[in-house]
């Protein structure tokens, strides 16, 4: 089994590492683009593990369903 239990999409939101000298987003990638390349690479669970929010699971949940 593969994994990587820590991945951001853009439902992260920005940034707020201190000593940043410029503000960026925690990630640029759609959910359904991480998923697509986790899996790819050969992921067995993906799970999207963005701050405060779980928009991207739901869109995913969203998407599983709905197909």
Not at 18 to 43: A, D, F, W
Not at 48 to 61: G, K, N, P, Q
């Amino acid at each position: 089994m593969r994994c990587d239990l820590h991945v951001h999409s853009i439902a992260s939101g920005m940034c707020d590492t201190p000593g940043l000298t410029r503000i960026c987003k925690e990630s640029y990638n759609q959910p359904s683009h991480v998923y697509e390349r986790c899996k790819r690479l050969g992921m067995s669970i993906v799970t999207l593990t963005d701050h405060d929010s779980i928009e991207a699971a739901e869109a995913l949940a969203n998407a599983r369903t709905s197909s």
